[in-house]
């Protein structure tokens, strides 16, 4: 706090703590030293720039990340388990999934949780190159599913109300696509989630089966 035209000293973990608690989504060096009660030159003092800051709290975000792994799944359903633990925890730390989306891994909290899914791998017979190509497929599509999910949620909350109206009307307006939407049982966007993950999972590991090389990721020429 500022008290007698003085600055409060704070250190480093300070600022990781402020922006964990503000989140990735509201996160500037502004909000973080507002919350703190000192000047941004005072942040600045601690982290270079606003990526770096987003870095320290992400990565301190991440670290409350612990997968776990059942050995005796196989590997389509162990990918599965990791797909809908990233979603349910991108889910409950807002900005987490764009923040991973960006750039992936940035940090130890980041490399922990690769490495943890290339020892999960490992004990289903998958080689370091092939969990890693697994492994990041999957994460692509879970965290690029949550962002959408996420976006659609923010669109469906009552300020967006009267776009959400305008895009319903837009489509009740096809008869083709009235009857493609009567023809879809009622679902949550969880059951739509685990259907996609599980069908990219189930192919996924059938052009990679363990023991196949990774080189067949390459196109013919």
Do not use: C, W
């Not at 500022?2 to 973990?13: D, H, N, V």
């Not at 600022?15 to 990735?24: C, F, S, Y």
């Not at 997968?67 to 359903?77: F, G, I, N, Q, S």
């Amino acid at each position: 706090m500022r008290t007698g035209g003085r600055t409060a000293s704070f250190t480093l973990r300070d600022v990781i703590e402020a922006g964990t608690r503000i989140g990735l989504v509201e996160l500037s060096v502004q909000s973080v030293a507002d919350a703190l009660g000192v000047t941004t030159a005072a942040i600045y003092r601690h982290v270079p720039s606003r990526s770096a800051l987003e870095r320290l709290v992400g990565e301190a975000i991440l670290e409350k990340l612990t997968l776990v792994d059942d050995p005796a799944e196989p590997a389509v359903a162990h990918l599965v388990g990791f797909a809908a633990q990233l979603r349910r925890f991108t889910l409950g730390h807002p900005g987490t999934a764009e923040y991973m989306q960006r750039l992936f891994p940035r940090g130890p909290s980041g490399i922990r949780l690769l490495e943890h899914q290339i020892t999960a791998l490992g004990r289903r017979g998958y080689d370091p190159p092939a969990a890693v190509v697994l492994s990041s497929s999957i994460a692509a599509l879970a965290i690029g599913a949550t962002v959408a999910e996420q976006a659609r949620a923010t669109l469906l909350a009552p300020s967006a109300a009267e776009e959400t109206q305008a895009a319903m009307a837009a489509m009740a307006e096809s008869a083709l696509l009235r009857q493609a939407n009567a023809g879809i049982p009622a679902h949550t966007a969880e059951d739509y989630f685990v259907f996609m993950i599980t069908a990219s999972a189930e192919g996924l590991v059938a052009q990679l089966p363990p023991g196949r090389p990774v080189t067949v990721l390459r196109t013919a020429s």
